[in-house]
């Protein structure tokens, strides 16, 4: 006997707040284009980095968009088992790639930098860096009111966060550039941005590579699952239990319960999966209750 759990709703960001993805999407993307074209007008390194971080927050607010739309989409396939909840995590996959590759872009023209001095319009460094701020604090401010109910949306939130940071060191590049005279303030807080957005990617790369991997969810450890499991009266041993995570916020499980001659199958399984679904928030668990005197597992090659 086996059973599972069918709660899909709490994967990606949900339908009460995609106006507020799309609202951020909107001022986020606007101000990506107005940043670009200034920093390559006005030759900010400081500029042309944040506006690089800004272009990879644009990539992952479109996948949480795209997300919630795919996520809720029917297979007409009758093939996607699992439904296309890592939409969002290959979007992420490619957000990685694209910071990584902003940094050192911004690293390879700081280093042609070296023994010139480039002229810095610092003027229009404070001004598009002053218009960023205000674009990421009212996103901030969207964002805000669902972060606390939307993985999706909260992950969206820090993001704009780190946006705010960088508005912020272009404005202090800016001033700098301004009051000293010194264009090497410019690329110092550039590298500096750069590196911020380089250990950002290569900490959600690691995330990335975590879920695809298939690796347990590092707040649910098996041996605490399994000892759970094994808890639950009538079950004699817990084997061929796996965990993984399917995208943020949606992990999975499944699990072989060996029972004793006396116990119910229905009630160890309805026990079981109440354990899963609130002690370990896994809402989807699959479930296969066998009797103790079941041998079948063991013909199993892996």
């Known amino acids: 006997m086996s059973g599972h759990s069918h709660g899909h709703s709490h994967g990606h960001a949900g339908a009460t707040h995609r106006w507020r993805l799309q609202l951020a999407f909107v001022l986020i993307a606007a101000f990506f284009v107005v940043e670009l074209v200034t920093a390559l007008t006005s030759g900010s390194l400081a500029l042309l980095s944040d506006a690089g971080h800004m272009a990879a927050d644009v990539v992952a607010l479109g996948a949480a968009l795209v997300a919630t739309r795919i996520a809720t989409r029917p297979d007409s396939t009758g093939l996607r088992t699992f439904g296309s909840y890592r939409a969002e995590v290959f979007a992420s996959g490619l957000a990685v790639l694209l910071m990584i590759g902003v940094s050192v872009y911004i690293a390879v023209e700081a280093i ?87 250990v950002r990617a290569v900490m959600l790369g690691r995330e990335v590579l975590l879920v695809l991997g298939q690796h347990a969810p590092s707040d649910t450890p098996p041996e605490t699952v399994a000892d759970a499991l094994a808890a639950v009266p009538g079950v004699t041993d817990v084997h061929d239990l796996h965990l993984w995570t399917l995208t943020s916020g949606m992990n999975v499980a499944t699990a072989h319960l060996m029972t004793d001659a006396s116990a119910d199958p229905h009630t160890v399984l309805d026990e079981a999966s109440q354990v899963m679904r609130t002690r370990f928030g896994v809402e989807h668990a699959t479930l296969q209750v066998e009797p103790d005197t079941h041998t079948g597992c063991k013909e199993v090659a892996w």
């Open 112 to 198: 042609g930098r070296i023994g010139s001095t480039p002229e810095i319009a610092s003027g229009a460094m404070l001004v598009v860096g002053a218009i960023g701020l205000v674009v990421n604090v009212a996103a901030l401010l969207l964002l805000r009111g669902g972060a606390s109910e939307s993985l999706n949306v909260k992950g969206a939130y820090l993001e704009v966060v780190a946006d705010t940071v960088g508005s912020l060191g272009v404005i202090v590049a800016g001033t700098l550039v301004r009051t000293t005279g010194n264009p090497w303030w410019d690329t110092g807080i550039a590298l500096a941005i750069a590196a911020f957005v380089a």
